[in-house]
T-cell receptor, first 110, second 113 residues
């Protein structure tokens, strides 16, 4: 069955370190998204991609970057982790309507 | 850009009662309104959606209504069961989920047995 996976599921890192969160989907969807989830804010869009070599900024993109070299993967990089980036991160991919979410990565920046 | 407001933030109901969650949106161009359910420790999952050309849609115990004039839409769950306990998110977008989707802040629903 097609699926979307994220790794790691949990990560603890120190302030200032570079961190990369992986997202891999086997739906063969062109569109992929990264969100962060924080209490009281719901799901906020960080970056998104409509296909290989295409990336776009979402509403909370500062301090994050993505790259899309193939259809299946959209890694999210925190260039220099900050305590404000402690959150749960969700990756999603989409066909015409539904977005399919991964299980999430809980990131703690100390 | 689009702004989606969702109320209430928490909701407790007795098993068998109905639950209603309400959302408003700001961008009149939005025409696709999905609802997602998130169980503890999991990613959100689509449970129902509605497009702007209809005013109501039902799927078993779940229904959504849309008032484009007032720019608000609602989720109705009837005959609630303990397994309905979760966080529910409304969302809005232009054209569909393959485009940017703006989510509400979520409603934590607790169904008391």
């Amino acid at each position: 069955d097609a699926e979307i996976t994220q790794s790691p599921r949990h990560k603890i890192t120190e302030t200032g370190r570079q961190v990369t969160l992986a997202c891999h989907q086997t739906w063969n969807h062109n569109n992929m998204f990264w969100y962060r989830q924080d209490l009281g804010h719901g799901l906020r869009l960080i970056h998104y991609s409509y296909g290989v070599q295409d990336t776009n900024k979402g509403e909370v993109s500062d301090g994050y970057s993505v790259s899309r070299s193939n259809t299946e993967d959209l890694p999210l990089t925190l260039e220099s982790a900050a305590s404000s980036q402690t959150s749960v991160y969700f990756c999603a991919s989409s066909d015409r309507y539904e977005q399919y979410f991964g299980p999430g990565t809980r990131l703690t920046v100390t | 850009g689009e702004n989606v407001e969702q109320h209430p933030s928490t909701l407790s109901v007795q098993e068998g009662d109905s639950a209603v969650i309400k959302c408003t949106y700001s961008d009149s161009a939005s025409n696709y309104f999905p609802w997602y359910k998130q169980e503890l420790g999991k990613g959100p999952q689509l449970i129902i959606d509605i497009r702007s050309n209809v005013g109501e849609k039902k799927d078993q115990r779940i229904a959504v209504t849309l008032n484009k004039t007032a720019k608000h839409f609602s989720l109705h769950i009837t005959e609630t069961q303990p397994e309905d306990s979760a966080v529910y998110f409304c969302a809005a977008s232009f054209s569909g989920g393959y485009q940017k989707v703006t989510f509400g802040t979520g409603t934590k629903l607790q169904v008391i047995p």
